[in-house]
């Protein structure tokens, strides 16, 4: 049976004891909740961590694109 | 009912919002991205919908950390009266701490003020708390944010110098960012200077974190 999404939990005992995991977290620091998991923008070269992308619940006042193009500029300014 | 997961990546960041805090509430905000976290104010709220204190509720339950400043524990020059948003919201977190499922349970808080003991005066309730001083430096709110973090989340993080080094590189650049984009330097609104400070580190290279 194909898989689209983590199955609903039974416990192990109506499952006829089969082991059946589909989605199991690597690390520590992927439980979200509310579908809210971040998204990963990137690694940062300065300190080599990933850098998460904000909660989109206000509209921003320009686009990334924009954001993207400034930051671009002016890091190149200084090259 | 389920207990309600909190996100290990979320911290929750109540503080002032007034210009003269800025400073600091901006340094708070990057030392939270530049360490792999992610900020949650309720800055990023919209107007509609739920009320403003269900919508802070929400925050609040989702966020594994906070981060509290109690600096504004002062009479404002208009009103003659404190504001007293930051210790209901810090009463709140505590109360999800203390009362919430394991999830809840698990919540981590750090404590700022401008002076380390001050709060005996105006909270003493919090007596045996640890709470941190920044004395108004936005660098030191830095500081201790970065290493709150490392502790309570016990990941490896980018040391405090070198974070503080990122910082000040990054505000050297942000006239010029908020020159391109149009923005009062000042004045950037919430949900865009996160969004600034993101690109920024992505594209920001290797050397300016440099010793």
Redesign the interface.
């Known amino acids: 049976m194909a898989l689209v999404g983590p199955a609903p939990w039974t416990p192990l005992a109506r499952r006829g004891g089969e082991a059946h995991i589909t989605v199991m977290a690597t690390r520590s620091d992927t439980i979200t909740t509310k579908g809210s998991k971040p998204g990963v923008l990137g690694r940062s070269a300065a300190t080599g961590r990933y850098v998460l992308a904000p909660v989109a619940t206000k509209k921003a006042t320009v686009s990334d694109q924009r954001i993207a193009a400034a930051v671009k500029s002016v890091l190149a300014k200084k090259k | 009912m389920p207990a ?7 911290v929750f960041i109540n503080c002032p919002f007034d210009d003269a805090f800025a400073p600091t509430f901006r340094a708070l905000i990057f030392a939270i ?8 104010s309720a ?4 107007d509609g919908g739920q009320t403003r204190i269900d919508k802070i509720f929400a925050l609040i ?2 966020c594994r950390y906070g981060i509290h400043d109690l600096s504004r524990t002062e009479l404002d020059a208009v009103n003659n009266l404190p504001r007293f948003n930051m210790p209901l919201e810090l009463g709140l977190f505590l109360g999800a701490k203390r009362y919430g499922g394991k ?1 809840q349970k698990a919540k981590r808080v750090l404590i700022l003020d401008v002076e380390q003991f001050r709060y005996q005066r105006f909270i003493s309730d919090l007596a045996g708390m640890d709470i941190h001083e920044h004395g108004g430096d936005p660098a030191r709110a830095l500081r201790e944010a970065r290493d709150w973090l490392a502790n309570v ?1 016990r ?1 490896e ?2 040391s405090a110098d ?2 503080q080094r ?1 910082y000040e ?1 990054f505000l050297a ?1 942000l006239p ?2 908020a020159a ?2 149009e923005f009062d330097p000042d004045r950037i ?4 200077f ?3 400070v ?12 440099a010793a």
């Open positions: 309600v997961q909190t996100s290990t990546d979320d991205l530049v360490c792999g976290f992610r900020p949650r800055r990023e709220l919209d339950e989702q999830h989340s990941r993080l980018p070198r974070v990122v590189a650049d010029d960012l391109v984009l609104p919430y949900v865009d996160e969004r600034i993101g690109r920024w580190l992505i594209e920001a290279p290797a050397a300016i974190g």
